[in-house]
T-cell receptor, first 112, second 112 residues
Framework: EDQVTQSPEALRLQEGESSSLNCSYT??????LFWYRQDPGKGPEFLFT???AGEEKEKERLKATLTKKESFLHITAPKPEDSATYLC?????????????FGQGTTLQVKP | DSGVTQTPKHLITATGQRVTLRCSPR?????VYWYQQSLDQGLQFLIQ???????AKGNILERFSAQQFPDLHSELNLSSLELGDSALYFC???????????FGAGTRLSVL
């Protein structure tokens, strides 16, 4: 069964204090791994897609990396506006449906 | 703005009632997905449609049903509502299955 586990559940950082969020996954044939950002009461906002081990993508202060078993979302010198819940999801080739299996998320709070 | 429109934003109803949630996908997107987000379960895939046809089903209750119309908008029907059905319901769309999914702002359902 496809499964995604994110850690930590919650993370508090001071502004400028870099850190990483972890996403461990098991999937029968990884089609893609997705990172989304979700603000309270809003829909998930797409950040990155990674398709193969070794791939990296960057956007402003965020950098996502992928191995065969996990993905990391590195946050460099975060600002208070980076506070949100970060969701990781996997998509399998099985059934060619495109459905996403999500982890429980990591809630990030960045204090000024 | 993701381009995915969901209505209504909030819905308050009583146990035993039936409600309909509506989703208009991004222009050009053929695939629509429905997800349920509750505090204890996280984001869970419910059902997917592609170009009017059901493509995949997740852990969707028999009391729930959905359809995608010729103009590609989709409706999620929830009947015989129970307290436990209270959650955020999200619609997402993609060009084709497997492509990046963009989420709407969600419908918050409260069953009293």
């Amino acid at each position: 069964e496809d499964q995604v586990t994110q850690s930590p559940e919650a993370l508090r950082l001071q502004e400028g204090e870099s850190s990483s969020l972890n996403c461990s996954y098991t999937v029968s044939g990884l089609r893609g791994l997705f990172w989304y950002r979700q603000d309270p009461g809003k829909g998930p906002e797409f950040l990155f897609t990674l398709y193969s081990a070794g791939e990296e993508k960057e956007k402003e202060r965020l950098k996502a990396t992928l191995t065969k078993k996990e993905s990391f979302l590195h946050i460099t010198a975060p600002k208070p506006e980076d506070s949100a819940t970060y969701l990781c999801a996997v998509q399998s080739y099985s059934g060619n449906t495109g459905k996403l299996i999500f982890g429980q998320g990591t809630t990030l709070q960045v204090k000024p | 703005d993701s381009g995915v429109t969901q209505t209504p934003k909030h819905l308050i109803t009583a146990t035993g009632q039936r409600v309909t949630l509506r989703c208009s996908p991004r222009s050009g997107d053929l695939s629509v997905y429905w997800y349920q987000q509750s505090l204890d379960q996280g984001l869970q895939f419910l059902i997917q449609y592609y170009n009017g046809e059901e493509r995949a089903k997740g852990n969707i209750l028999e009391r729930f049903s959905a359809q995608q119309f010729p103009d590609l908008h989709s409706e999620l029907n929830l009947s015989s509502l129970e307290l436990g059905d209270s959650a955020l319901y999200f619609c997402a769309s993609s060009v084709v299955p497997g492509d990046i999914q963009y989420f709407g702002a969600g419908t918050r359902l409260s069953v009293l």
